[in-house]
């Protein structure tokens, strides 16, 4: 009966909170500032569709998607793509060394193809790596053993479960599939938070095994310590304790009638109301974007997350109050076995700050210093680490270096071509 009645509150309540962030988000996109598109840059009618198929979109770079479907420990259906390059060289005796890219919060993996020609999973896969898109539990269609999309036991999982199941589970089916001691790993936000902290040491939360199947993690706009914009109005909305916060917004998916949204809206439509929507919750600007493609990165968000993990983001004592992934700042995170680390720190985000982590890394965990390389991005903000229209250069190529660099086993695996990567 409890949890029948806050399904009639949250509903409402979900349709109110959506409702005024859109009238409000739309008020402020309208009268503000719009960055034109570069009228230079012309793209064919099959570039134009919006497909909700990430597939359809690789094939016009003359690549492919193999989708696989991996179950977690406790039962979750994880849906990992592998990225087929139609180009590579099918008589090379060696094969690509695998990156497993992890995406941020409320996002696919799909975010790192869909920027057009030199998307960072793009060049990266032009380069000669092994591609691998991982998406967490939920997604656009959740699957669990034993559950349904609309029951609670569903939707009973936060970061901690993101963290100690599902980044080992796809850590482990990609190492597995390409013969590969280790993987590398490039997450995003979020993605950075649940590796970090898979990575920690066990007292934090961590996996001991982990770092030994991990070769390099190369984190983008990494979410360990929280920025000013976690404070914003409709943020702090949901800063009550758990009990009220349920009743809010339910016992199950965060704001899941966006779902149903997407089902009932023309794509171009429900790309424009994601971006507008997100610009304002989130605070940045699409600047130094391509905007042809804006549209088509946001048909693939938002993916369906548990009411359970906003909480641990967003709830009364969760990252929001914390301002910080882990809750203990006196001691050691991490050990000597953690990989090397690539930091891309973004001068322009306000819902993260990497410069707090930076410092902490440098003066408190002695044994990830050494192997830690930053890439200062000052112009950017959150979103802009995957696509910038200079991301490309200023995020793919180091990256593309790191990753190759930190390899142990080089002799085994293909050397990328670095300068294949960018489509001129």
Request: charged fraction near 20%; hydrophobic fraction near 40%.
């Amino acid at each position: 009966m409890v949890h029948g009645c806050s399904a009639v509150t949250s509903f409402f309540f979900n349709i109110y909170y959506l409702v005024t962030l859109f009238i409000v988000a739309f008020s402020v996109n309208v009268i503000g500032k719009q960055t034109p598109k570069d009228e230079s840059v012309q793209l064919t009618k099959e570039e134009k569709r919006l497909v909700f198929d990430l597939g359809y979109y690789l094939r016009l770079q003359n690549m492919d998607i193999k989708k696989y479907s991996i179950t977690t420990p406790d039962g979750h259906i994880l849906k990992v793509n592998r990225v087929i390059n139609k180009n590579a060289d099918r008589d090379a005796e060696k094969p690509g060394y695998p990156i497993l890219l992890i995406p941020g919060l409320m996002q696919s993996s799909s975010a790192y193809c869909t920027s057009g020609p030199n998307a960072i999973g793009v060049v990266l896969a032009r380069m000669g790596y092994d591609v691998w898109l991982g998406n967490n539990r939920g997604g656009f269609h959740p699957e669990k053993i034993g559950s349904h999309q609309y029951s609670t036991s569903m939707w009973k999982w936060s970061m901690q479960d993101l963290a100690t199941k599902d980044v080992p589970t796809m850590v482990h089916f990609v190492a597995s599939e390409t013969g590969a001691k280790k993987v590398a790993i490039a997450a995003h936000s979020q993605g950075t938070t649940q590796t970090f902290i898979g990575l920690s040491r066990e007292e934090h939360g961590g996996v001991p095994t982990l770092c030994e199947k991990i070769s390099s993690f190369s984190a983008l706009a990494p979410a360990v310590y929280a920025g000013p914009l976690v404070d914003r109005w409709f943020l702090k909305m949901l800063r009550v304790g758990r009990k009220a916060y349920h009743t809010l917004v339910g016992y199950r998916s965060f704001l899941g009638f966006m779902s149903t949204m997407r089902q009932m809206l023309p794509n171009k439509f429900f790309g424009y109301c994601a971006y507008i929507t997100f610009n304002y919750m989130l605070g940045w600007d699409d600047s130094l974007w391509d905007n042809h493609y804006r549209n088509r990165n946001f048909i693939f968000a938002p993916v369906m997350v548990s009411a359970d993990l906003m909480f641990w983001w967003l709830g009364k004592g969760g990252f929001a109050d914390r301002k910080c992934i882990f809750e203990s700042e006196g001691s050691k995170w991490f050990d000597e076995n953690f990989p090397p680390l690539q930091l891309y720190a973004c001068g322009r985000d306000n819902l993260v700050l990497p410069d707090v982590l930076i410092n902490r890394i440098m003066n408190f965990e002695p044994d990830v210093k050494d192997g830690m390389e930053v890439i200062s991005l000052p112009h950017y903000s959150h979103l802009d680490v995957m696509w910038a229209n200079d991301a490309c250069t200023k995020v793919a190529m180091p990256l593309g270096e790191f990753i190759w660099d930190k390899v142990e086993d080089k002799h085994t695996w293909r050397q990328p071509n670095l300068d294949a990567g960018i489509k001129k």
